[in-house]
């Protein structure tokens, strides 16, 4: 009742998407609108997501970032945290699976038929900065091609999700 009564609240839409593989938002006052497929079938277009501070990230916690679109200008995604700062994330280990830290994740949330990433890369997460990527693996423009997020970009927590 409480997530209806917030969305209920919400009042003047201002749409910042990018359509080159993001996973645009309707912005609200202290909630969004999905609009793109990169994190499916975590969230879908039309879902209503409900904002947290983003202090205090954990791996796995789904974020909204603010990125640079290619003509200038930017607009805001949704992401999912893989690595914190100082972690050492690599794709992939022999089953196929992403490693962070020496662990194996098991990634529920791969959209079906996606891998983890057909992208290989090793990286340790610089101080101050994520590594983030969408769940539809196969359309996310993510991490993988723009490198770690400064924690400056990642504006928020998505504490709530709402099916269209």
């Not at 917030?6 to 006052?29: C, E, K, Q, W």
């Not at 990230?57 to 200008?73: C, F, M, N, Q």
Request: aromatic residues 4%; charged residues 20%; contains cysteine.
């Amino acid at each position: 009742m409480l997530f209806v009564l917030v969305i209920a609240a919400l009042a003047g839409s201002l749409s910042l998407a990018l359509r080159h593989g993001f996973a645009p938002l309707n912005v609200f006052h202290r909630g969004v609108v999905a609009e793109g497929t990169a994190m499916e079938n975590t969230i879908g277009p039309g879902d209503r997501l409900v904002l947290a501070s983003a202090d205090g990230l954990r791996r796995g916690d789904i974020v909204i970032e603010r990125v640079s679109a290619p003509h200038g200008g930017s607009g805001d995604i949704v992401t999912r945290v893989i690595g914190l700062p100082g972690d050492h994330v690599s794709c992939c280990n022999t089953q196929g699976r992403l490693v962070v830290n020496g662990h194996a994740l098991h990634e529920t949330y791969l959209y079906p038929g996606n891998v983890p990433s057909t992208q290989k890369f090793d990286v340790t997460v610089p101080a101050g900065r994520y590594w983030l990527m969408g769940d539809h693996r196969s359309v996310a423009d993510d991490s993988r091609g723009r490198g770690p997020v400064p924690q400056s970009a990642v504006l928020s927590r998505v504490a709530e999700i709402g099916r269209a």
